[in-house]
């Protein structure tokens, strides 16, 4: 079998969390491959909104076992919290969780230092939302990280020390105040958390359970507007997004890779800082906002709001080889009046079909299309959706030359209708 791959083709939070919850039932498998808990992944059933950070989407299917990947970076006091905050009992999640031995470790030092940086960016901070990601995948790139296996040996608390001390060597150049005893506590009980969970090197097992003819969806993390090469650097996180992330994320070759899904808005939204060519500052923005409850999920920030983008999906397709698209969040659209979906830019007076390489001045050149008024959140077939809202998603398809094959209508997994 192969490993589907899931991801966001935008700024994040495109509602990844909810459609790999809603078609988990189609796999054996639910692996992570990139970030961390940045993540802030949401999903809806019976009524009760859960949001996942580190952990993959797939977790509240019992018979399905799901794996936190090599590519991901794991802080322990977060991973504590969440799987204290599940439900079912440890003994229960460490049957369906497996945790990859080379995923490397947020540290305390890495938390605070994430913080200080930031704090020292003065006007041009990246809006980072302070888990650490940035400076945990600094020392991963240079040879620095301490990874999950790492906590299995007997000298862990020496080897933790002298990471330590490293990170405070390096706190020393910023005028920051911190204190690493808060977060010390919390972090070393998450070590005692990971421990009882299945360590192992998962890239044997995701290969043999693909020779064994299992099914594997890959679930993406950010989106690829904020993937470390193609997005709108340094704006962005600090992994591969895209779905090349997900090879080297999990340790599975190209040639297994089956459907990739590009899950997007149908408007477009952005937590942080950073360019957004769609971005409205004004009543519209505000509406969309208010209609799709845009706030950050993991830091609560309000998100940018705007009107879809298709150069920059268009580019995040290509880049990912999307062979199939989910439209998201349809519903905030209905009662917006007519709506407008950014087809080219503009720069210097010159039409550009190509995303900038960096914050180059551009503005959108908008098309407008009518838009529908009807409650959409209770229908099932596509063919019931409104006509202007087929007509939208045609729109984009053609656009894109990708179908359509998933519209999302609302936040619960249910609210979903699959186009046959
Ligand atoms: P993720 O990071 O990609 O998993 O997305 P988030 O969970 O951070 O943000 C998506 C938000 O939109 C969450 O609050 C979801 O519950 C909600 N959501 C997902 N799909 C839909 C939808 O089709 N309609 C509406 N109204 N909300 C949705
Ligand atoms: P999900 O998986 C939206 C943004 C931050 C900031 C930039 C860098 O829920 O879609 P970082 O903490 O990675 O150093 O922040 O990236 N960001 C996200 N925005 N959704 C996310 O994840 C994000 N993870 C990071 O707001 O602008
Ligand atoms: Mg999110």
């Known amino acids: 079998m192969s490993v589907d791959i899931l991801l966001g083709l935008q700024w994040g939070d495109e509602g990844k969390g909810k459609v790999v919850d809603a078609i988990s039932p189609g796999y054996d498998i639910i692996a992570r491959f990139q970030g961390g808990p940045n993540a802030g992944h949401s999903l809806e059933f019976n009524n009760v909104k859960h949001i996942l950070h580190l952990i993959p989407s797939g977790i509240f299917h019992p018979d399905k076992i799901n794996i936190i990947g090599n590519g991901v970076v794991i802080d322990p006091a977060v991973f504590r919290k969440e799987i204290e905050n599940l439900g079912p009992p440890v003994e229960e999640l460490s049957r369906r969780l497996i945790i990859s031995a080379r995923a490397n470790l947020i540290l305390p030092g890495h938390r605070i230092l994430d913080a200080a940086q930031e704090n020292s960016k003065g006007n041009s901070k990246i809006g980072s939302t302070l888990k650490g990601i940035g400076p945990a995948y600094t020392d991963k790139v240079s ?3 301490l990874r999950v296996g790492d906590i299995l040996k007997k000298d862990f608390r020496q080897i933790y020390d002298a990471h330590m001390k490293m990170h405070l060597d390096q706190l020393r150049i910023y ?10 506590a919390g972090w070393f009980e998450g070590i005692e958390m990971l421990k009882k969970f299945r360590i192992v090197n998962t890239e044997y097992l995701v290969n043999e359970e693909l020779l064994n003819g299992k099914s594997i969806l890959a679930e993406g993390a950010q989106g690829t507007m904020l993937d470390i090469d193609f997005g709108s650097y340094p704006f962005v996180t ?6 090349a992330g997900a090879c080297t994320g999990l340790g599975v070759s190209p040639k297994s890779i089956g459907e990739v899904f590009g899950i997007f808005k149908a408007y477009c939204t952005r937590v942080g800082s950073g360019p957004f060519p769609t971005e409205l500052m004004d009543e519209t923005g505000d509406k969309l906002r208010k209609k799709g409850n845009e706030f950050g999920s993991t830091t609560g920030r309000p998100r940018r709001c705007g009107w879809l983008d298709l150069p920059a999906l268009k580019y995040s397709i290509m880049i990912n080889g999307v062979t199939q698209l989910f439209m998201m969040k349809s519903d905030v ?7 407008k979906v950014c087809t080219s830019y503009c720069t210097s007076g010159k039409e550009c079909r190509e995303l900038p390489f960096a914050d180059e001045k ?7 299309l009518p838009g529908w008024t009807e409650d959409i ?3 099932r077939q596509f063919e019931k ?14 656009s894109t030359g990708v179908p359509v094959t998933m519209i999302s209508v609302g936040p619960d997994r249910e609210a979903t209708i699959v186009r046959k």
């Open 143 to 145: 040879r620095n990280g």
């Open 175 to 184: 005028d920051f105040k911190f204190n690493i005893a808060d977060f010390e």
């Open 238 to 243: 600090s992994s591969n997004t895209v779905s």
């Open 333 to 339: 659209l209905s009662g917006m009046g007519s709506l």
């Open 362 to 368: 551009i503005e959108p050149v908008y098309t407008e």
């Open 377 to 379: 959140t209770g229908i």
């Open 385 to 398: 959706l409104p006509l202007n809202l087929r007509n939208y998603i045609k729109f984009i398809e053609e």
